[in-house]
T-cell receptor
Framework: EAGVAQSPRYKIIEKRQSVAFWCNPISGHATLYWYQQILGQGPKLLIQ????????DSQLPKDRFSAERLKGVDSTLKIQPAKLEDSAVYLC?????????????FGSGTQLSVL | AQSVTQPDIHITVSEGASLELRCNYSYGATPYLFWYVQSPGQGLQLLLK??????LVQGIKGFEAEFKRSQSSFNLRKPSVHWSDAAEYFCAVGRGGSQGNLIFGKGTKLSVKP
């Protein structure tokens, strides 16, 4: 079974620039999550999608971050404009809600450095 | 406020020794609790989870964890550590009974001495 795919693996940008990350969840997984993991901290949920609808975006800095999941499959997370404090690993995860033994699968992440 | 605390930032144990990683949580209702492991360059992997029932749960790779409601704790244990267990370990609580909408602790880095 293919895992959660994320790209790019690494990204270096200057502050005030824009950046986008892409995630392809496991086939058939209805729920998709984006997490931000700053160095030395645990992951923090940014947004949760159920199919193509937003379930929870309470921790998403909406003045600069946006995310979409068109057609309920792939998702993109965008930062515009980026700040130094956005340097982090951005993790995508997916799960099949409703399954008897639901399990969350994480991608390897995109490491963002803002200079 | 809901939160997860992992008091130990870094722990070093000798190979073959026992291990206990501490986790305390703050959550209003009965929590869904998880332990994840993150190795360098790899994604987070679920070790075990607790929803209800038996308070001692078994996970993969020989790990187990015990839920103690009176102490608001969910400590991770392993009787004999292997060098390959060196990694970062995260405790998490699920919001609203979710398995994916998680609040993570800051993690404990485990080093293993030969």
């Amino acid at each position: 079974e293919a895992g959660v795919a994320q790209s790019p693996r690494y990204k270096i940008i200057e502050k005030r620039q824009s950046v986008a990350f892409w995630c392809n969840p496991i086939s058939g997984h209805a729920t998709l999550y984006w997490y931000q993991q700053i160095l030395g901290q645990g992951p923090k949920l940014l947004i949760q999608f159920q199919n193509n609808g937003v379930v929870d975006d309470s921790q998403l800095p909406k003045d600069r971050f946006s995310a979409e999941r068109l057609k309920g499959v792939d998702s993109t997370l965008k930062i515009q404009p980026a700040k130094l404090e956005d340097s982090a690993v951005y993790l995508c995860a997916s799960s099949s809600l409703g399954a008897t033994n639901e399990k969350l699968f994480f991608g390897s992440g995109t490491q963002l450095s803002v200079l | 406020a809901q939160s997860v605390t992992q008091p130990d930032i870094h722990i070093t144990v000798s190979e073959g020794a026992s291990l206990e990683l501490r986790c305390n949580y703050s959550y209003g209702a009965t929590p869904y609790l998880f332990w994840y492991v993150q190795s360098p360059g790899q994604g987070l992997q679920l070790l075990l989870k607790y929803f209800s029932g038996d308070t001692l749960v078994q996970g993969i790779k020989g790990f187990e964890a015990e839920f103690k409601r009176s102490q608001s704790s969910f400590n991770l244990r392993k009787p004999s550590v292997h060098w390959s267990d060196a990694a970062e370990y995260f405790c998490a609580v699920g919001r609203g009974g979710s398995q994916g909408n998680l609040i993570f602790g800051k993690g404990t880095k485990l080093s293993v001495k030969p």
